[in-house]
Every structure is written in C-alpha cells, then in structure tokens.
C-alpha cells in the first residue's frame, strides 16, 4: 500500500461546489456522484452527461523506435493505425496476465498518445519503460491534461454549439486535434459508456473554462454532471471490462474474450502464452450473466454449479439503472460457460439462480 | 436531514420505534442518503430471535452492500412487504414506509443503550 496523500484534479473545488460526493479513487479524488446515480445513469443513456475523468493517465511516445515499441508492449496490431484514429488495446505481462488496457492514439508515424487506467500509471510507466529497447522516447504528461467525457445520444448536438470542427466528420475511434469552447485540445470520438459522445483531452489551466462552457451549453440539453458511480453501471451494461475487477495481472485477454484486440500476426510480450491459449482452449472464461431469482452480484462473490461445486468467480455485478434487472460479468469453468446455462451465485451463502446470456447487455 | 425525536438510533444508523415490548426497526434518513438509491433489501430473518447488533438483513443501494443490525435483541415479527418492490421506499421515506422489521423485544431495558435524536445527529456530524 502506498501511503502518499491523495491528489486532487484541477476541478476539485468545482465538483465540490455542485454537490459532488468525493471518494478516494486511484490516488485522486474523485466525484462519485452529484444528485443520485440512477439519474445521472439515464441522464447519459438518454440525453448527454459530463464525466470529469482527469486521473486517467496519458504518456506520449515519441520517435524512429515508437511504432516497434508499442508493437512489442501492446496486444493490437498499432500498424493497422492511421493518423487521426484510435486503438483499444491491452498491455500483456510476462506471466500471462495484463497489466493494463489502455487506448493507443496515432498523432503521427512516429508519435502516439497512450491513455491508461489512473490505478496503473505507475505500474504502466515503469513496465514501458522497461520494455524500451528500441529507443523511443516516453513521456508521462498525466499531470498535465485534464479529461472529460461527454457522453450520451444528445453529446454531439450539443459540443457542435461550442466548435467549428465538424463532430460528425469524426468517426468512432478517431480524433481530432481542434478548438472546443475557444481551447485547444483533443476531440475523441470515443468513450466508456456505450452511449455516444466525445472525450475531451484539455490542458490543465483551460480545464475550467472548457467545464463551464459545455455546463451552459448543455442546460437546454438537460446536462447533468456525473460521477464515477454511474461510469461504472453504464460500462456494466456494455459488458466494458473494468481493468482489476474483469481483467488483471493473472487474466489473459483470451479468457477475458479480448482475443479481438490480440494479434498474433505481429510478436509482443508473451504472445506464444496467449497462442496456445488461442489455439489449445481456455480452462475459464469472462461471461455476461443475469440474475433469474432476485440478489445483486457483486465482485468476488463465487459462481457454483447446481451441486454447490465452485465453478467460478464473479468480476463485476450491479442492478442495472437501464434494464432493471441485476447483471454480472464472471470467469466461469469452460465446462459450464455456454450461453443459456443456469449458474448460481453464492450471495451470503445462499445459491441464487443466474443464467448466462450475451454481452452487452443492452 | 430529518432525526426525529421521538425514535432512538444506533450507532450504525438504524432507528427505533419502541411501542411496549414491540418495536419498528428501520435504517436512519443520514443512512440512505449515504447510501444513495437503494435497489434491493434482503431480509430472511422472520421468526429468528437475534442479539443486539446481530446482522438481521442486508440492504444493497447501486454500488453497495450494507449489513443490518439488530438495535435491540428480539423476535423478527413482520417484515415490510413493500420493499421487496418498492425498495426506493427507504430513500424516500426513511421513517415512514422505509420501515423494515416489526420485532417483540426480548430485553427491553438494552433500549436505554440507544442514542437520543440529539446525541445522534451530532454522530453524523450534522
């Protein structure tokens, strides 16, 4: 456990002055929610939601070696990469499991912008760094941008009215480096909700002048402000994975049914583990499952099998705002992971019937 | 915030409404606005006699799980049957139709280890 003090994102005090319940979170802290997290969930499924997401880290890597560097650290094929567009990736460790997912922005052939989970900056840093045999140079400039997500059906209408870039231009995946709300920044068609929208990369000092901007903006849109509580049910519903819930330094991106992110056309760290798991089978897998007799998963509860054997491991779980019904994500035994099977949640040493269905959710 | 004062409260935020040897049990309106919306009270207690502080129930908002605990000893009489569908009832109207449990008190005297509205509210810090 680190014992340094918590820090705080450039719109601490802001977030505090609009009602935000903060908690500690990856070393920040952070907004859990503002009014009530079931509001602010549908707000984002519905109309459009501001996230203030400003731990999550960003390092830039730079020069002749970049390309051969993140080839060798990232799961995803980094040259299928063009200028202006955006790859979700994961970063494999040397003992089969991850050390981070993390998205790969392509500012240029031999510049790239990495943005990764605020828990794992550190982590992430010194295990790139380690890796550097190619000459390519690193920079974590996490502390210096701020990161808001706009998210929802209404986000694009509503940013349009702060920006001459045209938003609809930007395909999913992509990004733009253009003025929003008379500041420059990044303009990323991406996002963690499955709702739409864009994420916003803001140099610290502008960070408030481009908050407030789209706070006005959005009144006619019904904004709310909202909090990591509701980032996580949204993701939930789009059976997103959550790097230490769903995957981890002991998960292989195959069993984590990230094999679409995993190419082995191309070598990185470890690539013969996965391999094998590819071509040989995997022993579990992450599925979707939802609750057919009423209880809540949560994560780390176990998954039996009708006999009360433990078959399993629940990773993430929460009522969903949007359906209504309690849904989970798990590593189930192969055995009993196909789609439809009943399994059961050890909730308080009570076996609560579940049944395995698809990802997403909604 | 809403610490009513004819209700005596614990320190781990139930409330109690004592009638004879008879008492409503329910979590305080601090409680669920820490907790935030709740989706799910589980309560298979009724019939049990429990010990003070004994975990009579579980109540789960969005993101979280909180034990129940018994205020006083007694027998679980009657759980409200409204929360199994209603469970926002308890964000909405804490001492109301929030209530959870109906108990028979099998030491009423523990009843004066309770904290007063006054001595309670300053708890929370409010």
Known sequence: MTTSALKNIALNEKHISLGAKMVPFAGYNMPLQYSNLIQEHLCVRNNVGIFDVSHMGEFIVKGEGAIDLLQWVTSNDVSKLEDGKIQYSCLPNSQGGIVDDLLVYRKSETEYLLVVNASNI????????????????????????????????????????????????????????????????????????????????????????????????????DILPCGLGCRDTLRMEKGFCLYGNDINDNTSPIEAGLGWITKFTKDFVNKEYHLNLKNNGVTKKLVGFEMIERGIPRHDYEINDENGNNIGLVTSGTQSPSLQKAIGMGYVDIKHSDMGNTIYINIRNNRIKAKIVKIPFL | MNFPSELKYTKDHEWVKVDGDIAIVGITDFAQGELGDIVFVDINSVGNTLSQEEVFGTVEAVKTVSDLFMPVSGEILEVNPELDSNPEYINEDAYGKGWMVKIKLTNPSEVNTLMDAETYKTSTGN
């Open chain 1, 122 to 221: 550190d982590k992430d840093w010194e295990w790139i760094n380690s890796q550097n045999k190619f000459g390519a140079s690193l920079e974590n400039i996490s502390d210096t941008l701020s990161l808001f997500a706009v998210q929802g059906p209404k986000a694009t209408e509503m940013l349009q009215k702060l920006t001459e870039v045209n938003l609809n231009s930007i395909p999913y995946y992509s990004f733009t480096e253009g003025k929003l709300a008379g500041v420059d920044m990044i303009i990323s068609n991406t996002g963690y909700t499955g709702a739409g929208g864009f994420e916003l990369y803001v140099e610290n000092s502008k960070a408030i002048q481009v908050f407030e901007s789209i706070m006005e903006v959005g009144k006619e849109f």
